[in-house]
């Protein structure tokens, strides 16, 4: 069965620094992974997805994840945090079934401090 | 821009009644998903639908029905809340079943059983 585990409930970097979210995936079969971020009170959008066209995905807002196999790790970074990347973010892996289903992550709240 | 509208923000019930949340989408969409949002569980899939009057059972269907009578709408039914059951709920589509397809969220309805 399909799995993600986000290694941190919580992340605190300050403005200008750089973010590094992890992520681990449990997957019978080669993955499609994703990455969402919550702002509050708002839905749920897409940050960016891997379909195994490239191991390095780049999303928008400056976050980038890359895909490595051998470590079964999907960790999101970005450069340079903004105060406006403070967030919930989830790591997504699609169920193998060809659902459509996604199974989430714990979520990881990134606080972003000036 | 796709959008997925929930008709309530904020939802105060008390034990026992009987609760419809309503999700409509408004760009065509054949799948539609009901997660329930739980601080360090992320989100958990209750019920999804592909076509209209076609449901699935997700991880947790227990205590919610759903309901899809039109292509755009989305039910979810809880026949007698309980407390157990305040939590937010999300509401997503996606276009067709593939494990690529993003979903798109509403804003969410936080519910609280009293």
Redesign the interface.
């Known amino acids: 069965a399909q799995s993600v585990t986000q290694l941190d409930?919580h992340v605190s970097v300050s403005e200008g620094t750089p973010v590094l979210l992890r992520c681990n995936y449990s997957s019978s079969y080669s993955p499609?992974l994703?990455w969402?971020v919550q702002h509050p009170?708002?839905?749920?959008?897409?940050l960016l997805?891997y379909?195994s066209a490239a191991t390095l995905v780049k999303g928008i807002n400056g976050f980038e994840a890359e895909f490595k196999k051998s470590e079964t790790s999907f960790h999101l970074t970005k450069p340079s945090a903004h105060m406006s990347d403070a967030a919930e973010y989830?790591c997504v892996v699609?169920?193998?079934s060809?659902?459509?289903?996604?199974?989430?992550?714990?979520?990881t709240t990134l606080q972003v401090k000036p | 821009d796709v959008k997925v509208t929930q008709s309530s923000r904020y939802l105060v019930k008390r034990t026992g009644e009987k609760v419809f949340l309503e999700c409509v989408q408004d760009m065509d969409h054949e799948n539609m998903f009901w997660y329930r949002q739980d601080p360090g569980l992320g989100l958990r899939l209750i019920y999804f639908s592909y076509d209209v009057k076609m449901k699935e059972k997700g991880d947790i269907p227990e205590g919610y029905s759903v309901s899809r009578e039109k292509k755009e709408r989305f039910s979810l039914i809880l026949e007698s809340a309980s407390t157990n059951q305040t939590s937010m709920y999300l509401c997503a589509s996606s276009f067709n079943r593939g494990i690529y397809e993003k979903l798109f969220f509403g804003s969410g309805t936080q519910l609280s059983v009293l």
């Open positions: 409930s499609s994703f969402y009170n708002k839905g749920l959008q897409l997805k379909t989830f699609s169920d193998a060809n659902t459509g289903k996604l199974i989430f992550g714990q979520g």
